[in-house]
């Protein structure tokens, strides 16, 4: 005597273009961060993983397994076309530091300068853009989680200068039947600046539609090689502490 | 020696298609609600405010001053044509107890079929279709938040008998510049099933694009007429608690 | 170089009386719930498992395998000195529809009226209480989270009446070594009014000291046998649905 | 037909002992910060209020209108018995900066070491102590949100040394009734370690006693002259960004 569960067919979702995600308005507004020594590094606490110290990338691994980007001078550097890099170790709920650098020379505009991405558990993006006298649409520049929302203001230095991200990350819980109970949660410091202040994150980060969950467990910490035309970016100090 | 703000053109945003926002899957589970005499209401508590008793639509307002629905034997019923009518009164937080019905001899199909709609503060839409063996996209039918979720089961009574909703209902807050401090929540029984818990609302319910918070203050309770070529849809027994 | 862990000895805590975590102020606002016909009873939907069907208990357990309270024309009725009743099968995140029923002719007072108990996962008490025109703390009357915090409004039934809880449970969820990643959430509606809503549960629900989470995993609906010298209450009509 | 409100005489809160809400047990986890030079402050960003900048206290008030403690050195000192200072401006939800230090010849146990407090709005206090190898109640330690929770871990430096708390505080908000609508929350960074994650507030911070809100507007940052024998502490490098 109930209703019963429909079986036909359905219409397939209707393909999206990028630029139906972005806005623009209102501008993401410029406060500038408080000057550092660019030698003037934040050591891991105690009870961190280092996940980049300067020398190797002993704990990363590449697409076919080795992590190709280059390392010189206690940094690591976009190896452009050899693909993203994750941390080897997988994590859930987290602290994050890292820091990150856009080349002096770096050109282009919009999302074409200096584009790289900070993965939370390999799915969820943490916007890397050159944003310096750099305008993009407000939910794609740096500090944003990608084209879900924007940073609270653009706390950018300028090129050459070292950007820092201070994260505090809680993975998403799903049930078995991979339903949510749960949805991520993140706090940012972009170079000390509050820019996500406990944002709930709605599920992946696409360039192309619309946010979903998709049940998972622990997951790495991707970097992106992104391949745009403009000068690689460059990466060090990087630690993460479970929480 | 910081940056500026940018003062240049930005792209407009990019028209999208109504069928973007809207997914098939995964299908809606359905559940048979408990049976109720059709004539069995839900008394209002003594702290409610009744904005419909059977009689007129007295607390009810339409666009040119006044509700032109029609009322009889205890119910009214959309006046095709007439506009949406909306409370008198603005509330903010409450309790929301409201019973409609889907015309026995209802014709068409997916949202061609009983549309209706309850806006909350006049504007994020709780939908109201016949889902009885009607299946449409997900996060549009009766008991979804229009395009933002979908109903966690469809709970749906069939045509000619009431269906009821019991809504609990937070609205968003906002600063005074106009940024959001906290989205707006509702939980919806649906006959008694659970079918949002605890939502918590992204915005208004566009049919075109993605939803977006504007500040507002106190708002009204606001009834669709769809339009829809088929039949109209009725009311009853309609209370409201501030909490 | 860093500081040591300490190993010393730690003062014990401190004992303290029930009355220093009952209040009484401000008095919850009495409401008239809306009048509703004895045998009037909300049948269960689809999916719910009926955990009282109005014949036997073989759906609970008592402290020595067998639930000893007494079955009688479709109620049953706690049965004093015979402990508490629990559900055989366990849950974790669920909507649970329940009635109870204070005897018409209770005598008397604050707690010593009527007292029973519903707890969460076997956990989190929702309080059992008749508080019409019986005054006790507020965050120990019916509807409280047990001495967290009182119900929005006073929505009693009359002794004699059924009342009836429609609850909203999220489980709270644990790592691995023990602490808290969500504490567990209710929404309680009494008799159709709102009295809890999505409140955020503090941990158990002691008669003496404070909340605290400690770590489990699904747990059973249990009923108190609470033993005060007052009639005993009867339940009936008690289904779940797992969420 | 309905009960009636209660007008009698209630019995009134039974006083408890300091004890009764200090916990010991689990014993918060040591992290050692990374070292960081005494000299190295991090600058404001361009859109903070500096609340201290070394030179003087125009931006504090004392009990008697004056702020009395003493300024040196490009720091401020408590003055014991000149009573608690606080901030002539008040503030709702900000992002807040805070450097402290415990003198090195610092003597005492328990809270009798180092002990102040910074109160959130005048009212919630986040604990400043020294607890490099000093025990206290966990709930009482530095970097907790005094009597409500401990901090996720020890992060403090050894007396002499400048400790920084980073905060991001959100204010809690009230109806016109005085009923709340949404709690307190604060995340705090102690040394660059995250000590308190989104934390939900549950009232003020009373030394005997449960935590309890009661409705307020905008309020100072309050740091406390706490008159215990021990040595006094310092403040500098001040600011606070309105969120």
Redesign the interface.
Known sequence: ??????Q?Q??Q??P??P???????P?V????????ASN?L??????AVVLFDGKDLSKWKGKDGEAKWKVADGVFTVNKGTGDIETKETFE?Y?L?IEWRIPQDIQGQSQGRGNSGIFMQGIYELQVLDN??N?T?ANGQAGSIYKQTPP?????R?PGEWNVY?V?Y?AP?FKEDGSL??PA?I?V?H????VQ??F?I?GDTPYIG?PKYTKHGKGPIKLQDHGDPSKPISFRNIWI?N?
């Open positions: 005597m109930g209703q019963n569960q429909s036909g359905v219409p979702p209707m999206m273009k630029e139906m995600t972005e806005f623009w308005e501008q507004k410029v406060v500038t961060p408080g000057a550092m003037q934040m050591p891991p606490p105690s009870d709920d602290q530091h310096y006298n305008r649409y609270l203001v653009n706390a950018m300028k201070d505090i809680t819980r109970i749960t949660r706090t410091l170079n000390g600046v509050l202040n406990n709930e709605r619309l502490r929480l």
